[in-house]
C-alpha cells in the first residue's frame, strides 16, 4: 500500500483530462483509491433536492476526485509541475523532493 506522494494542501497541476493545466490546491487525498480531490477541479454538476444547507435545492456544482497520475505536484522553488521523490535525511526521516530541481518539499 504506502500513500500518495500527493497530499491534503498540496499545490497541483492537472496534467492530462479535461481539465489540463489547471492548477488548485489539494483538499482531500484517497489513498484507497489513489485519488484526490482538487480544489476547482473536475467540477460535476449535482441535482439536489431542497435541504437545509441548500433551501432552493436545484443544481450544485463540486469537485469530483481525480486519479493521482493525472496531477503534478508543483515544486515551490521552481515552480513547476514536477515529480516528487523521496529520500531520508539523516535522522532517518523520510521527506520528499522534486526531481527537477532536487529541493525538498517537505
Ligand atoms: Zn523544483
Redesign the pocket.
Known amino acids: 500500500m504506502g500513500g500518495l506522494k500527493i497530499k491534503k494542501g498540496d499545490r497541483v497541476q492537472v496534467i492530462s483530462g479535461k481539465d489540463r493545466g489547471k492548477q488548485g490546491r489539494v483538499l482531500r487525498s484517497l489513498p484507497r483509491e489513489r485519488r484526490v480531490i482538487v480544489e476547482g477541479v473536475n467540477l460535476v454538476k449535482r441535482h439536489s433536492r431542497p435541504s437545509r444547507d441548500n433551501p432552493q435545492g436545484g443544481i450544485v456544482t463540486k469537485e469530483a476526485p481525480i486519479h493521482v497520475s493525472n496531477v503534478a505536484l508543483i515544486?515551490g522553488?521552481?515552480s513547476?509541475a514536477?515529480r516528487v521523490a523521496y529520500r531520508f535525511d539523516a535522522e532517518g526521516n523520510k521527506h520528499r523532493y522534486?526531481r527537477?530541481?532536487g529541493?525538498d518539499i517537505d
Do not use: D, F, H, L
Request: charged residues 20%; contains cysteine; proline residues 0%.
Open positions: 515544486c522553488s521552481c513547476r514536477v522534486c527537477k530541481c529541493a
